[in-house]
């Protein structure tokens, strides 16, 4: 049993650091954290946006990170004190975290180093919907990307190796643009400073694009995402929305368009090791560039300061948590 600093989401705009006597299970392994981030999602939650299906307090929050086995509980197989392990469950914005075998965490693959591994879960979500992507683009097509954020980085550059003929990102932040385009973006839009629309037309032909893939986690991205795309197009949503919006479903039926949802979570857990394992393989090829996507780092104690900073400037792309 160890005592460990937690963090628990109590509410919009609240978020408290308590402690916790942390016991692993039959079932479970008991993990020391190497890191943490911060996931869209959890920002949402900390802005207000909490579905009602969410019962307060989250407790232990975050999802988010890695680190290294300190204990095992009694019927745990294929884990040992002293492993590496990346967390696809809850608890990680803390000292410890307990996950649940085999699913709760997964083993770090070799040969990838900790501060990347530690990104596991958003990583492979964004290179399995960039592979997704990819299989549905043909040659010559033009793709959007809807947000810049971490997310939106790593599917923009899966697309552009998995070639799409012109790759266009979009985001109302121009330091999240500049960073797009450094690492392969063809063409960026501020839809803040330029009519968005009017600008993919012009450089459609005036058709839209072929396919295009929402990863800003709002309304306004997905319905920006179905005014730019073209008839027949696709829309691949990889966006986890917490609140429900009104979208455009005369412009989806009109013109037939395809949608996908390119969650890697919400399958069996079974495909979910899968494509994770899949994922990995093409990180370990050096396909993506990830470490310039952590551009925030906080310490566990400075977990409040951390979300007001994530609301009051939106220049994150990915926030670390060290304890
Ligand atoms: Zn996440």
């Known amino acids: ?10 509410g919009a705009g609240k978020v408290a650091l308590r402690e916790l006597d942390l016991k692993p299970d039959p079932n479970q392994v008991l993990v020391e954290t190497f890191q943490a981030s911060i996931c869209g999602t ?3 939650l900390y802005s207000g946006e909490i ?39 809850p608890g ?58 971490f997310a939106g980085q790593i599917i923009s550059q899966g697309i552009k190796k998995g070639g799409a003929e ?20 063809d063409i960026v839009v501020n839809p803040k400073k330029e009519n968005a629309v009017k600008a993919i037309m012009d450089l459609t032909d005036g058709r839209g694009v072929d396919v295009v893939v929402e990863a800003s986690g709002s309304g306004s991205g997905l319905n ?25 479903m005369y412009r ?21 090791a899968v494509w994770v394992r899949d994922a990995f393989r093409l990180v370990k090829k050096g396909l993506f560039e990830i470490k310039p996507l952590v551009n925030r780092r906080y310490r566990l104690s400075e977990i409040s300061e951390a979300f007001e900073r994530e609301l009051s400037d939106k220049t994150s792309i990915k926030t670390a948590i060290i304890p």
């Open 1 to 10: 049993m160890v005592k460990s600093r937690v963090v628990s989401f109590e």
């Open 42 to 44: 959890d920002k949402l």
């Open 51 to 89: 579905p009602e299906a969410i019962k307060l307090p989250i407790i232990p929050w975050g999802h988010e990170g890695g680190g290294t086995v300190v204990a095992v509980g009694s019927k745990v197989c294929g884990y040992a004190v002293g492993d590496r392990v990346m967390s696809f469950g």
């Open 92 to 149: 990680t914005y803390a000292d410890f975290f307990l996950s649940t075998v085999p699913y709760g965490c997964l083993p770090v693959p070799d040969d990838v180093e900790m501060d990347v591994a530690c990104l596991g879960e958003p990583l492979s979500c964004a290179v399995h919907a960039s592979q997704l992507v990819s299989r549905s683009t043909e040659v010559g097509d033009r793709v959007a990307v809807v947000g810049a954020g």
């Open 166 to 185: 012109l790759v266009i990102v979009l985001d109302l932040v121009d330091t999240k643009l500049d960073l797009a385009k450094r690492l392969g973006a």
């Open 224 to 248: 920006m995402a179905s005014a730019i795309v073209r008839h027949n197009g696709t829309i691949a949503i990889y966006s986890h929305y917490m609140k429900p919006f009104m979208v455009d």
């Open 252 to 272: 989806w039926h009109e013109d037939a368009l395809h949608i996908v949802h390119t969650c890697l979570m919400h399958h069996t857990k079974e495909e979910m």
